[in-house]
């Protein structure tokens, strides 16, 4: 069996109101449609990664509440190592309340509850773990401190880091450089790279910066024009697949998913970058963020279609 995929990472409950017009401050609207789906990134990557085949082991914090053991079923379900999958006391899981209006405009707010919880001492425990890692996975919605963490852990026992740089907001700059891989959207390569990033060539300066600075290599998701991927000799674009988007929620989780099996598996650049976007686009062809994400199957016959 591969090494481990080792996400670290959020665990969210979402709710969600869609509605033919956002209320103004005050304003009750009546008649909205509800929909509970379960998300946060790290959650969302982790599931990604398990369908696409990878050997997934998941560390995360969730609180009491409801939904909570739902949750760990489905995690279950999906065969992912949930050993260090740690239950809180006295807190809820991490909830995402969403409203939706009818030109896809939307209020959003997020109570991070027990992902907050997730702290370098629980990294600590989880140790064990970190001994079956061939990568660790991250995203941005645990404590910076507990990311310094793992990044540190990681760089001692040689296991590369992917680090999804989302969302984007601040961060001790002196850990870029001890990232492997970085994972970024063009809003995410801006921030990172303190530039501007309009279009592919500004994301181009972007990762070079971002590669200057000693990170190995830098992917740059662009929605329907595809991704590529930067080292300090090259890059490999690849266009996106053709496809009838319905949801794009989470494209770039299915995407980080995928590609960290592609790459477990040591797919070469190209064809890990097409591994991952042909997961990512048959996740947008279908409604919420766990639900959408394809299995191996999936991927393989959609691949052998499209190629
Ligand atoms: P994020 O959700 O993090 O902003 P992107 O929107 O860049 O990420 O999407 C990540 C990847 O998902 C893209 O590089 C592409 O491969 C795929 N993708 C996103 N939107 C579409 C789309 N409309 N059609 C096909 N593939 C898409």
Redesign the pocket.
Known sequence: MNKKIVVIGSSNVDLIMKMDHLPEKGETVTNADFFQVYGGKGANQAVAAARAGGNVAFVSSVGEDAYTPQMLKNYKNDSIDTRFVFEEAGIASGHALIMIGDQGDNYLSVAPGANYKLTPERVDQALPVFEEAGIIVMQYEIPEETIKHVIDLANTRNIPVLMNF?PARQFDFSYIPKIDILVL?EVEAGFLAEMKVKNEQDAEQAAIKLIEQGVEKVII????Q??FVRSKNEKIAVP????N?VD?T??????CGAYAVANAEGMISRVALQF??AA??LS?TKMGAQPSAPTRTEIEDFLKQSL
């Open positions: 989302a959207n998701t662009l929605g329907a595809g991704a996106a697949f053709k496809v988007a794009t989470a494209a770039g989780d299915t995407f991952a976007s990512a686009a947008v």
